[in-house]
């Protein structure tokens, strides 16, 4: 009998598959073969201790960075590093991972949404290997503007960072963790990042937001968790950022977002382009169910993504 090689063997399964209608094997197989040009996955989950690497092998899972990114584009990255307790930030191996494969297909300027200080930078055991990545980052230095959000059920302004609005591309680096009104933060909820003060505390105070804050001071509780889960949808209605990385590498389960809190370590990185899916994928990891948590349930009913992980090809590898 002739011996093939896997290369051809995978070219041979792919040419059957076709011929009878079925390739849905071949990705559970050979996820890290066809990946790279294929756009395989819908929500991609890549476990180890290499962030950096971790993150080019999620994105490279979902189709590669060029799915997202084009020469010439102006990118901005959101990440959630304004926390400095173990487990309340995200990485700054995967926002490097990332701003490198941005620069790799094109990506004329990268600017820091939330302008990433040296010390953020140096809490990476990659630093010094990336002096000149860093260096190419650009400091956001777009004011805020007020814009509308027709759609929005509650939340009908916002004011949100220029960048956000006028970058070609967006891309949201958020960490799952604990929130301790909402449950839970992940994508959605990050994108708060881009809005000034002035309109996230109203989110929290609720619609009258002098009453609420009273409310808050007097019984240290937050009163109007629905308020905020839908302004949350409907401050995500004002652009979707075109990629999501998660960082659940480590991560506080109890007393967020600031911590500290306990820590839980699984070494993922999740990525994807649809927010509903990638929280309600990221629930997992807080022992909560998507269905049941507020702002999942609210973005959903926004239209922003499918909260039905059975609709979706997840790749864990």
């Known amino acids: 009998?002739?011996?093939?090689?896997?290369?051809?063997?995978?070219?041979?399964?792919?040419?059957?598959?076709?011929?009878?209608?079925?390739?849905?094997?071949?990705?559970?197989?050979?996820?890290?073969?066809?990946?790279?040009?294929?756009?395989?996955?819908?929500?991609?989950?890549?476990?180890?201790?290499?962030?950096?690497?971790?993150?080019?092998?999620?994105?490279?899972?979902?189709?590669?960075?060029?799915?997202?990114?084009?020469?010439?584009?102006?990118?901005?990255?959101?990440?959630?590093?304004?926390?400095?307790?173990?487990?309340?930030?995200?990485?700054?191996?995967?926002v490097l991972a990332v701003a490198h494969l941005c620069l790799k297909a094109g990506a004329s300027q990268i600017y820091c949404l939330k302008n990433e200080s040296e010390k953020y930078w140096r809490r990476s055991p990659l630093f010094d290997t990336h002096q000149k990545l860093i260096s190419r980052l650009k400091e956001d230095d777009t004011d805020h503007r007020m814009v509308d959000i027709p759609n929005g059920k509650v939340l009908k302004e916002a004011n949100v960072l220029g960048g956000f609005l006028d970058y070609d591309k967006v891309i949201n680096i958020p960490i799952v963790k604990n929130h301790g009104e909402l449950r839970m933060t992940c994508t959605l909820k990050n994108t708060m990042g881009v809005?000034?003060?002035?309109?996230?505390?109203?989110?929290?105070?609720?619609?009258?937001?002098?009453?609420?804050?009273?409310?808050?001071?007097?019984?240290?509780?937050?009163?109007?968790?629905?308020?905020?889960?839908?302004?949350?949808?409907?401050?995500n209605l004002i652009r979707k950022f075109e990629l999501y990385v998660v960082d659940a590498t480590e991560f506080i389960t109890t007393n967020g977002p600031s911590g500290p809190g306990n820590l839980h370590r699984l070494n993922n990185v999740v990525a994807g382009a649809d927010p509903v899916a990638v929280d309600a994928f990221c629930c997992r990891y807080l022992n909560l169910a998507p269905e049941k948590e507020l702002m999942i349930k609210k973005a959903y009913e926004n239209n922003l993504g499918e909260i039905n992980l059975n609709k979706l090809n997840i790749i864990e590898t």
């Open 1 to 94: 009998m002739k011996k093939i090689d896997r290369r051809q063997f995978i070219k041979t399964g792919i040419k059957t598959g076709v011929a009878i209608g079925s390739l849905s094997v071949l990705p559970q197989l050979f996820a890290g073969e066809l990946s790279s040009g294929a756009g395989v996955s819908d929500i991609s989950v890549v476990n180890g201790a290499d962030y950096f690497n971790n993150t080019l092998k999620a994105i490279r899972q979902l189709g590669g960075i060029e799915k997202f990114i084009s020469n010439g584009d102006k990118v901005g990255l959101l990440a959630n590093s304004v926390y400095k307790k173990p487990g309340t930030y995200t990485r700054p191996d995967i």
């Open 195 to 235: 809005s000034a003060f002035s309109t996230n505390i109203q989110f929290h105070t609720g619609p009258n937001v002098i009453t609420g804050a009273v409310k808050m001071l007097i019984d240290n509780y937050y009163h109007a968790k629905e308020y905020l889960a839908q302004c949350i949808a409907d401050l």
